[in-house]
Nanobody, 115 residues
Framework: QVALEESGGGLVQPGGSLRLSCQAFGRLFSFYNMGWYRQAPGKERELVAR???????NYEDFVKGRFTISRDNDLSTVYLQMISLKPEDTAVYYCNAEWAGRVYWGQGTQVTVSS
C-alpha cells in the first residue's frame, strides 16, 4: 500500500516555472514506476511523464524539452520540474505509482498558468 501526496502547484505567469513534488508514504518506493498525469477542465486525464524504477524516463510530446521528471528514492519522492509554462498546461496534476499490478493515485495539485 502506498499513499501519495502532491505539492508545489500554484498560479504562475506564462513562461514561468514550477516544481511539483510527490511524497510517497509506504514501503518499497524504489520498486514503483512513477508518473505524472494531468486533467484539464472538461478533458480526460492524460499522461505527462513517467520514470521507471530503474530511472528510465519518457515524456509526452507536448512537454518534451520543458518538463523534467526525476526521483529520489531515499526521500521516496518524485518531482516534475516545469519550465516555459503555457496557459494550456493549466490542469490538476496527479502523481501515479504502479508496481506488480497495483496502481495508486494522489489527490492532485492545481497548476494554473495565467497572466
Amino acid at each position: 500500500q502506498v499513499a501519495l501526496e502532491e505539492s508545489g502547484g500554484g498560479l504562475v505567469q506564462p513562461g514561468g516555472s514550477l516544481r511539483l513534488s510527490c511524497q510517497a508514504f509506504g514501503r518499497l518506493f524504489s520498486f514503483y514506476n512513477m508518473g505524472w498525469y494531468r486533467q484539464a477542465p472538461g478533458k480526460e486525464r492524460e499522461l505527462v511523464a513517467r520514470i521507471t524504477s530503474s530511472g528510465n524516463t519518457n515524456y509526452e510530446d507536448f512537454v518534451k524539452g520543458r518538463f523534467t521528471i526525476s526521483r529520489d528514492n531515499d526521500l521516496s519522492t518524485v518531482y516534475l520540474q516545469m519550465i516555459s509554462l503555457k496557459p494550456e498546461d493549466t490542469a490538476v496534476y496527479y502523481c501515479n505509482a504502479e508496481w506488480a499490478g497495483r496502481v495508486y493515485w494522489g489527490q492532485g495539485t492545481q497548476v494554473t498558468v495565467s497572466s
